[in-house]
């Protein structure tokens, strides 16, 4: 519940129905005060506490379910340009409404998109990429700003319920316009406006048509927040503290096109920064809670909405993202399976869901599910090099584009059963290797899925043995090994990239600097010569038996490809602070470990004994050539990701955490790996994958 108006530095308490006292609080410099976590219902009153002090009407708390009359919406007319929304709640949302390029919205109706998020979404001067696209395209786009960012009102809280319960009214609001077709909407966005979509289609609006989802997460704590338990103070600090400083008041602070309207005069944005103030800082919020807290980040999961998604729907990731990372993947399984649910993965970057094989279906769904037309892939071609250029840069060719595989369809019911015959899941294969140009967007193969993981994924298991070797058969009753290293993090520069700059992990070959492990500070484990290609597609887990000589010890576990020409190639990584690892029983798997990290069931490594530690690695899909060596690596947090960095001790050598190869406590990695897929003969080019850097191999300290 939000005042404002109220006189700066006044204390105000808020009662309930019953008349007991279930808030205080002072007012900030702008007269404002939110009150938190109320139970929905009606009755509650807030008083100034000073002698004549003001007392409210009563005021009724929502239900996340309280859905407003259709007339709450149709009464709401936008036309072109910035506009403001209003919410159940009365709160004020900016909304730029634009007609497709070159047409105006009497010109309509049109097929229509909202792409929304706490970026600059409703940049009148500035459209979002998916919004730029589409508008291109033909569709008619409403870009919206998330409630306590840019010119909207109230305060910005990370996906909690109202920003969700704002989306459905969004889609309803829009979907009443005239100009819109087919009374109803779609949704498009990447990364943030796509995450947001998860939780908007879980939502249920009505007149919502589709979403189109790319580049997302699963879980807000699991990835990118606390990989493992570890606080991620690469991109996930950097990401906060931006939104930190988008939530400020315009026009001291904000996003610059806020500042902008408020000093050309516009009241409603001033208006609505009134609250901005009561904005919780993200970084401090976030690290506050290092466990997970079901009560509150259950609500702020995709994970836990995706099974309520009922209109057709568009995903698309990459294993390796430098931003969201490859949690992804845990929630695809949780997706609907009808035939109108895509599924596209691939290795690659955060941009990597709009390289051209994966765009031009981009199209096709959006052209068949919002437009309800047939699909003219052609409208891309034309735009391509424009969008590449701007992610790869002025040096890089176009990668090659599709051809439009609905230009001989006329009939629109045919075209959509040429597409809902896709596969669920579609896997790109080496990304990067399918064309004259290494690094450039291009798969070499595809694998085509009932869903993810596949259900002839055979969970194949090698032991970790003597020298380094990873092996199928169990050390013997005589095998007696344990190998040691010193977890040092400053052992290897923490980023593979200079600085944070994120359009470099977007180059064709980006200028990685992926160290080898330093001796002494890693053990490493290798398989000999593969005899045959080995394809993974899954997750996987490093199940370690650990003795370290500290109460608890942050882990990284990576796999890579130890190739027969002496390079080495990224594949994946995982991680776990070591007294976070009490599994959750029900979803956990051979294959996938899955943490509670619940603050209650955290514990630390009994001293001077082995216990069993489960490590996931995030899944992934790479072929493993024959001649090639599959390696797993222990050591400490970081050196493998261009943009994430751990919130990890620096030890210097002193803590020794060792690892047991015995028969009666093995370590050993399980891999998802998919029997008879054949890929492509050769190796691909080193450097050359997607989100994959490359470097010479060098063996670990214990001979892996």
């Known amino acids: 519940m939000a005042v404002t108006g109220a006189s700066p530095g006044g204390v105000l308490a808020l009662g309930d129905a019953h008349h007991l006292e279930v808030g205080r609080g002072t007012t900030d410099r702008l007269g404002s005060l939110l009150f938190r976590d109320l139970l929905p219902g009606r009755g509650y009153v807030v008083r100034d506490i000073a002698a004549g002090g003001f007392v409210s009407d009563p005021v009724t708390v929502l239900k996340f379910d309280d859905h407003p009359d259709a007339s709450f919406y149709t009464g709401q007319h936008l036309e072109a340009g910035l506009r403001y929304i209003q919410a159940r709640d009365g709160t004020l949302l900016a909304a730029m409404v634009r007609a497709p390029l070159g047409k105006t919205l009497a010109d309509g109706p049109f097929p229509t998109v909202v792409e929304y998020s706490g970026y600059a979404a409703a940049d009148p001067d500035n459209p979002q990429p998916s919004t730029l696209i589409v508008s291109a395209l033909g569709f008619a786009t409403v870009g919206v700003n998330m409630r306590g960012s840019g010119c909207s009102g109230g305060v910005l809280d990370l996906f909690d319920f109202p920003t969700t319960a704002d989306g459905y009214d969004i889609i309803e609001t829009v979907a009443a316009q005239p100009w819109v077709k087919g009374d ?21 609006p009505p007149h919502l048509a589709a979403i189109a989802p790319l580049s997302v997460i699963a879980d807000i704590y699991r990835a990118p927040g606390f990989p493992g338990g570890i606080f991620n103070s690469g991109f996930a600090q950097t990401w906060l503290q931006e939104r930190n400083g988008d939530s400020r008041p315009a026009p001291e602070g904000g996003q610059a096109y806020a500042v902008k309207r408020v000093n050309d005069g516009d009241a409603t944005c001033l208006a609505n920064q009134r609250l901005r103030l009561q904005t919780l800082d993200a970084v401090e919020f976030t690290q506050s809670h290092p466990y997970y807290v079901p009560e509150l980040m259950d609500q702020r999961s995709p994970i836990n909405w995706v099974r309520k998604i009922a209109v057709p729907t568009f995903l698309a990731s990459a294993f390796q993202d430098e931003q969201t990372g490859g949690d992804f993947a845990s929630m695809l399984s949780r997706l609907p399976k009808r035939r109108d649910v895509k599924i596209t993965v691939t290795n690659g970057v955060h941009t990597s869901s709009l390289d051209p094989t994966t765009l031009w279906n981009w199209l096709a769904f959006l052209d068949l599910y ?83 993981p596949a259900p002839q994924v055979r969970p194949t298991v090698w032991y970790f043995g003597h020298g380094g070797i990873l092996t199928p058969a169990r050390p013997s009753a005589s095998d007696d090994g344990v190998d040691g290293y010193h977890p040092d993090p400053d052992a290897r520069p923490a980023q593979t990239l200079p600085g944070q700059g994120q359009e470099q992990s977007w180059e064709v070959i980006p200028h990685y600097d992926w160290r080898p492990l330093v001796d002494g500070t890693a053990v490493a484990y ?42 080495e190639a990224y594949v994946q990584n995982g991680w776990l602070r070591a007294s976070h690892r009490k599994l959750d029983r029900k979803t956990s798997t051979v294959l996938a470990p899955r943490p509670t990290h619940l603050e209650r069931d955290a514990s630390p490594l009994p001293a001077g004994a082995f216990t069993k530690v489960r490590v996931g690695l995030f899944s992934v899909a790479h072929a493993f050539r024959a001649g090639s060596r599959i390696r797993i690596s222990i050591e400490a947090p970081g050196g493998d990701r261009t943009r994430w960095a751990f919130d990890t001790a620096a030890t210097h050598g002193g803590v020794l955490d060792e690892v047991s190869r015995t028969h009666a406590q093995p370590s050993r990695v399980v891999l998802s790996v998919i029997p008879g897929v054949a890929p492509p003969a050769g190796l691909p080019p080193c ?18």
């Not at 450097?687 to 892996?704: E, F, I, K």
Request: overall charge neutral.
């Open 526 to 567: 290798a398989t000999p010569p593969l005899e045959r290609d080995t394809v993974v597609g899954g997750p996987g887990s490093v199940d370690l038996w650990l003795r370290s000589s500290a109460a608890d010890t942050d882990l990284q576990v990576t796999l890579t490809e130890v190739r027969p020409d002496g390079l």
């Open 370 to 452: 919002v437009a309800e037309r047939v699909p003219d892939q052609s409208r891309l071609a034309p735009i391509a090099p424009l969008i590449y250029l701007q992610i790869l840069g002025a040096s890089a060719p176009t990668p090659p584009l599709p051809p439009d595989r609905f230009a001989d369809v006329t009939d629109y019911q045919e075209a959509k059963r040429r597409f809902e015959a896709d596969p669920h899941v579609r896997v790109l294969m080496e990304n990067g290797a399918g064309s004259p140009t290494a690094g450039l967007p291009a798969p070499t193969f595809q694998l085509a899925l009932r869903q993810w």
């Open 184 to 204: 109803k909407v779609g949704m498009v966005g990447i990364s943030f406006p796509g995450i947001s979509q998860l939780f908007v289609g879980g939502a249920r």
């Open 687 to 704: 450097p050359g994958l997607r989100g994959q850097p490359c470097r010479t191999y060098m063996p670990a300290t214990n001979g892996g």
